[in-house]
C-alpha cells in the first residue's frame, strides 16, 4: 500500500498533485518541456509511474495544470497593476509590456507559453486560452471604453485581439532567442509600445 505523506487521503493527493507540479516546473526549466518525460517526473517526486496517472492524463495534461495554477496568478497581478487613470492606449500598452517581459524572461512557463503551447492539441490551447480570462476580459474592457471614449481606433475586437496577441509573442521571441533578455528588454518593449500606440491611437 502506498505511503500517506498526510493526515488523510484527501489531504494526500492534494499534497502529491502540488508535489507533481512542482516537480515538472524543476525539470521543464533543467531539461525543456519536450526533454523532461512522466517518468522524469515520477522519480523526482518518488512516486511510481502508474501512480503519476492517478493524477494526470499525460504530459500535455500536466503542463497545462501547470500552466492554469500559475499563469492566473500573474495575470491578477498584472491588471490590478496597470493605471486606470492613464489613456486608454497607455493601459492596453502597459498590459503589453507586462506580458512581453513575463513571456521573454520566465525561464519555464514563459518558454512553455512561447515555444510549446502552440504544438498541443487544440483542447489545451483552449484550457491556456481560459488561463489568460483576465488578461483577456481586461483588454476587451480597456479597448471597448477607449473606442467609446474616442481614443482609440475601432476596429473588429478579435482582429484587435489578434494583433495584440502577434505583437506580445513576437516581442517576446525578441527577447527569448538572447542569452540574456535583460540586455535588450528595454529597446524590445520599447518599440513595441510606439508601435501599437500609433497603431491604435487616434490622432
Same mark, same amino acid.
Given at each position: 500500500?502506498?505511503?500517506?505523506?498526510?493526515?488523510?487521503?484527501?489531504?494526500?493527493k492534494?499534497?502529491?498533485?502540488?508535489?507533481?507540479?512542482?516537480? =515538472?516546473?524543476?525539470?521543464?526549466?533543467d531539461?525543456?518541456?519536450?526533454?523532461?518525460?512522466?517518468a522524469d517526473?515520477? =522519480?523526482?517526486? /518518488?512516486? /511510481?509511474r502508474?501512480?503519476?496517472?492517478?493524477?494526470?492524463?499525460d504530459?500535455?495534461?500536466?503542463?497545462?495544470?501547470l500552466?492554469?495554477?500559475?499563469?492566473?496568478?500573474?495575470?491578477?497581478?498584472?491588471?490590478q497593476?496597470?493605471?486606470?487613470?492613464?489613456?486608454?492606449?497607455? $493601459?492596453? =500598452?502597459?498590459?503589453?509590456?507586462?506580458?512581453?517581459?513575463?513571456?521573454?524572461?520566465d525561464?519555464?512557463? /514563459?518558454?512553455?507559453?512561447?515555444?510549446d503551447?502552440?504544438?498541443?492539441?487544440?483542447k489545451? $490551447?483552449r484550457?491556456?486560452?481560459?488561463?489568460h480570462?483576465?488578461?483577456?476580459?481586461a483588454?476587451?474592457?480597456?479597448?471597448?471604453?477607449?473606442v467609446?471614449?474616442?481614443?482609440?481606433?475601432?476596429?473588429?475586437?478579435?482582429?484587435? /485581439?489578434?494583433?495584440? $496577441?502577434d505583437?506580445?509573442?513576437?516581442?517576446?521571441?525578441?527577447?527569448?532567442?538572447?542569452?540574456?533578455p535583460?540586455?535588450?528588454? $528595454?529597446?524590445?518593449?520599447?518599440?513595441?509600445?510606439e508601435?501599437?500606440?500609433?497603431?491604435?491611437?487616434?490622432?
Amino acid at each position: 500500500m502506498p505511503r500517506i505523506r498526510a493526515d488523510n487521503i484527501a489531504e494526500h493527493k492534494e499534497l502529491t498533485r502540488t508535489q507533481i507540479l512542482e516537480a =515538472a516546473q524543476i525539470l521543464f526549466y533543467d531539461l525543456g518541456y519536450q526533454s523532461t518525460s512522466l517518468a522524469d517526473i515520477a =522519480a523526482k517526486v /518518488g512516486i /511510481g509511474r502508474t501512480t503519476l496517472y492517478e493524477y494526470f492524463t499525460d504530459k500535455e495534461d500536466l503542463v497545462v495544470s501547470l500552466v492554469e495554477l500559475e499563469l492566473p496568478k500573474l495575470l491578477h497581478r498584472l491588471v490590478q497593476s496597470v493605471d486606470a487613470a492613464a489613456p486608454y492606449a497607455d $493601459q492596453i =500598452a502597459e498590459l503589453a509590456r507586462g506580458m512581453v517581459e513575463f513571456v521573454g524572461t520566465d525561464p519555464t512557463l /514563459g518558454l512553455i507559453l512561447h515555444r510549446d503551447i502552440p504544438k498541443l492539441s487544440r483542447k489545451a $490551447q483552449r484550457r491556456v486560452r481560459d488561463a489568460h480570462a483576465e488578461f483577456t476580459e481586461a483588454f476587451i474592457r480597456i479597448y471597448g471604453e477607449g473606442v467609446e471614449a474616442g481614443e482609440l481606433r475601432a476596429i473588429p475586437i478579435d482582429l484587435a /485581439g489578434r494583433f495584440l $496577441q502577434d505583437l506580445i509573442m513576437s516581442a517576446a521571441k525578441a527577447l527569448i532567442v538572447r542569452p540574456d533578455p535583460g540586455d535588450r528588454m $528595454q529597446e524590445v518593449t520599447a518599440s513595441m509600445e510606439e508601435f501599437l500606440l500609433h497603431g491604435l491611437s487616434v490622432g
